[in-house]
Nanobody, 125 residues
Framework: QVRMLESGGGLVQAGGSLNLSCTAS?????????VGWFRQAPGKEREGVAC????????VYADSVKGRFRVTRDNLKSTAYLQMNNLKPEDTAMYFC?????????????????WGQGTQVTVSS
């Protein structure tokens, strides 16, 4: 079963930056697949952060991260990235990468079938 592997999380002060990476454990069976980044803080529901279509031509961001985060992908490397700038304490959460076959629909967790283990992002005041 395909699983995503996240890396790049850590502890950073407010205003700092982190770059998360997401790679597939094996070559996906589908030629095209969308990638989503989600996060979950303790006691809160998991929420969509950013999603990108297989072609990279369609991108969706949560309102809370627009202008600060940027999602990209390199299909030749089967890798997606989440560049996080001007981090805020409220960005603190476990960040997950997930994929779905075909076109990008809604940027919601129920649309995505393959998930990573998560990488912790902690932003101090």
């Amino acid at each position: 079963q395909v699983r995503m592997l996240e890396s790049g999380g850590g502890l950073v002060q407010a205003g700092g930056s982190l770059n998360l990476s997401c790679t597939a454990s094996e070559r996906p069976k589908d030629k095209w697949y969308a990638v989503g980044w989600f996060r979950q803080a303790p006691g809160k529901e998991r929420e969509g952060v950013a999603c990108i279509a297989g072609s990279g031509g369609s991108i969706v961001y949560a309102d809370s991260v627009k202008g600060r985060f940027r999602v990209t992908r390199d299909n030749l490397k089967s890798t997606a990235y989440l560049q996080m700038n001007n981090l805020k304490p409220e960005d603190t959460a476990m960040y997950f990468c997930a994929t779905k076959a075909g076109l990008l629909g809604q940027c919601v967790d129920r649309e995505f079938g393959y998930w990573g283990q998560g990488t912790q992002v902690t932003v101090s005041s």
